[in-house]
């Protein structure tokens, strides 16, 4: 339903951002699931795109003017990839069990921290979107990032059926384990 001139309503308008933000979280999120369906890893360039725009928006959020703060605890998840960094940076090349757990410690703060990071900083930019955005349409907007995320992990798995090896070498990557030759 729109207003008088066919503008949109709040609703209309808050529901279209919503469908941006899922748009823009599933096209950051599927490589890094790519990553680790294909390689059985996340890259650490995924993980220090994460760190860069985690610390951006932890700082645009702390500079921000007007309008509620997130609770300590989401302003804290924006700052889980900076103390990844900090303790990859003091633990020695190699690492053992401790760079290992740390390693996938920073898969999984980017595969979750991607979507979270992007939905602080749009709850903060824009907070009116928590009353306007009903419950059942934010959930379903994380179901669609986590169905495009899982399918993107499947696809990288999957790699050896439709993706040869030269197409990983073309595009800059070193072929993942398993992948099939060119003819």
Not at 35 to 44: E, K, N, P, S, T
Not at 64 to 71: E, N
Request: charge should be neutral; charged fraction near 10%; aromatic fraction near 10%.
């Amino acid at each position: 339903m729109t207003v008088e001139g066919g503008a949109p309503t709040e609703a209309q308008r808050a529901r279209r951002t919503v469908g941006a933000f899922v748009v823009a979280t599933s096209t950051i999120i599927w490589w890094p699931a790519f990553q680790l369906g294909a390689w059985g890893q996340v890259f650490f360039e995924q993980i220090l795109l994460l760190w860069a725009a985690a610390t951006a928006a932890l700082l645009v959020v702390l500079v921000k003017q007007g309008g509620p703060r997130p609770a300590w605890p989401l302003l804290a998840s924006l700052a889980l990839p900076s103390l990844w960094v900090v303790a990859e940076l003091a633990t020695p090349p190699g690492g053992g069990a401790f760079g290992s757990v740390l390693r996938w410690f920073g898969a999984a703060v980017t595969l979750v921290g991607l979507p979270v990071m992007l939905w602080v900083l749009l709850t903060t930019l824009r907070h009116d979107l928590i009353e306007v955005v009903p419950v059942r349409g934010w959930l379903a907007a994380a179901a669609v990032v986590v169905t495009i995320a899982a399918l993107s992990a499947a696809l990288g798995w999957l790699h050896p059926y439709y993706l040869t090896c030269e197409d990983f070498t073309v595009s800059g990557n070193s072929p993942p384990p398993g992948c099939t030759p060119a003819s």
